[in-house]
Nanobody, 120 residues
Framework: QVQVVESGGGLVQPGGSLRLSCAAS????????MGWFRQAPGKERELVAT???????TYVDSVKGRFTISRDNAKNTVYLQMNSLNLEDTAVYYC??????????????WGQGTLVTVSS
């Protein structure tokens, strides 16, 4: 049994910064790709950023240059540093991780989500 738990969401003013964390725990054999998704009110869930176990990253164009994804493999934790936040960044942010509990058997695991509200 494995789970991922997000933390770090909250209320921030436009132009501010926030750092999200997502920790995987349980009977983990290995963790491959980890990523962050978000879902704004009335909109579909979108992929924000991903990072491989080797450190290769991808970002959606709207956050490039403002957000940075990173991970600590020893802690099975992924982070999302969000700078220069604007109103359009308001959303529930979800962590997803490809986790193997047995060799070669990966499963995408979702966190419960953490709310980020950008407002003046």
């Amino acid at each position: 049994q494995v789970q991922v738990v997000e933390s770090g969401g909250g209320l921030v003013q436009p132009g501010g910064s926030l750092r999200l964390s997502c920790a995987a725990s349980g009977s983990i054999f290995s963790v491959n790709v980890m990523g962050w998704f978000r879902q704004a009110p009335g909109k579909e869930r979108e992929l924000v950023a991903t990072i491989t176990s080797g450190g290769t990253t991808t970002y959606v164009d709207s956050v490039k240059g403002r957000f940075t994804i990173s991970r600590d493999n020893a802690k099975n934790t992924v982070y999302l540093q969000m700078n220069s936040l604007n109103l359009e960044d308001t959303a529930v942010y979800y962590c997803n991780a490809d986790i193997a509990t047995l060799p070669g058997r990966y499963l995408g695991v979702w966190g419960q989500g953490t709310l980020v509200t950008v407002s003046s």
